[in-house]
């Protein structure tokens, strides 16, 4: 294209740390522009927010409604939106965007509940539009060479998969002790669903393995916890699943983890090798072996594949860390290609494109319902949603 994008964004006004995220994400690669938005549920922190963040006062809205209908008027309209509101207004804002004819990138978990999330794909399957939905995790360049490694039969038969969340910084709140760490929004089952835990990080753990290595879960057994008093919300949650095709896992989440801060990690185990990668050390990805030394792949390196270096995924040369922004940018990168493809009337590459879109949603927010529904049921093993 000849020009940026024009990016708009409903929510992440003035303090919201995810709203900031999403735009220097977005900013990184010099390729969009912010240009419009309605960063507040309140129209003068709206107006106070796109002051801060330079854009035309007359596109600084009052209502994500009004930003619908008079971006959909302008000549020089957004190209896309990005979704950064609470839980339980995604589906509005997003369905509202789609059927204005807009293109959606949307934060995690991508609706309040399962129900919602399949008809969402069926609205975005109806239309001709790009949906992106920011999993971050899949764009850091190591992940991308983990799936590529599985892809190519590397590991040969998937027999287990470990992925797990542990954070500890709300574990003060469980003696009474800390500062109410949880957000009270993330604990109030109207805004955030059905699950605080499982839908705020353990979806995360969920989508990494989908992402790695294309398993479905085919059923699960989970047992979810509220340790901080009052909650109404899982801070906890163990899961065994079974996967279509014999693997065997654990997916565990926790936000009461004392000690821990954002320890994202997977082991994936196959017949030939297995792998491992951990979120902060994001540089590195670990391959093991029954009968050979193990071998430690680092991003940035000619050995590296083009699944993780190309397409613009890897940013530094060896030596030169990149971590959390570049993996969000990453997001927007490749949705970004496919925005401008779209508008250009391109076709698409072979392959497509790589970032999570809405069938990923779906299974998201099949993993939570049925997290919830087994710990809560006495049935020892629960058949997964359909995804």
């Not at 965007?97 to 399949?118: Q, S, W």
């Not at 069938?359 to 006495?378: H, M, R």
């Amino acid at each position: 294209m000849n020009r940026k994008l024009r990016m708009g964004m409903v929510g992440g006004g003035r303090g919201a740390f995810i709203g900031q995220v999403h735009r220097m994400a977005a900013n990184l690669d010099g390729k969009i522009d912010l240009v419009a938005g309605c960063f507040s549920s309140t129209p003068e922190k709206s107006k106070l927010s796109g002051e801060d963040f330079f854009v035309d006062p007359d596109r600084a809205y009052g209502s994500y409604q009004e930003m619908a209908e008079k971006e959909a008027a302008r000549e020089d309209k957004i190209d896309f939106v990005s979704i950064v509101v609470q839980n339980f207004l995604h589906f509005d804002v997003a369905k509202t965007f789609l059927e204005a004819g807009f293109n959606v990138i949307c934060d995690k978990p991508m609706t309040l509940t399962y129900e919602e999330a399949v008809e969402l794909r069926e609205i975005v399957n109806k239309g001709d539009l790009v949906f992106a939905l920011t999993h971050n995790y899949t764009g850091y360049p190591m992940v991308k060479e983990a799936r590529n490694m599985v892809q190519k039969g590397d590991l040969g038969r998937i027999l287990k998969i470990i992925a797990e969340y542990p954070q500890g910084y709300a574990v003060g709140d469980v003696e009474g002790e800390g500062q109410g760490k949880i957000n009270n929004w993330r604990s109030d089952p109207k805004i955030a669903g059905i699950s605080n835990c499982m839908g705020d990080i353990g979806t995360h753990a969920h989508n990494l393995i989908r992402y790695i290595t294309g398993l479905e879960i085919e059923e699960i057994c989970s047992d979810l916890t509220a340790f901080i008093p009052g909650r109404e919300l899982d801070d906890d949650g163990n899961n065994l699943v079974r996967f279509e095709g014999g693997a065997k896992g654990i997916i565990h989440a926790s936000q009461i983890s004392n000690g821990d801060e954002n320890a994202l990690n997977i082991r994936v185990y196959g017949t030939k090798a297995s792998l491992e990668w951990h979120q902060e050390d994001p540089n590195e990805l670990i391959v093991k072996y029954a009968n050979a030394p193990r071998k430690i792949y680092r991003r940035g390196n000619d050995y590296i594949s083009e699944a993780a270096s190309g397409n613009g995924f890897t940013r530094t040369p060896f030596a030169h860390p990149e971590g959390f922004i570049e993996a969000f940018a990453n997001i927007y990168l490749a949705a970004g290609q496919a925005i401008a493809d779209k508008i250009e009337g391109n076709p698409a590459p072979e392959g497509g494109y790589d970032f999570p879109g809405v069938d990923d949603g779906v299974a998201g927010l099949a993993f939570i319902k049925a997290a919830v529904e087994s710990s809560q049921s006495d049935q020892k093993w629960i058949k997964f949603p359909e995804v």
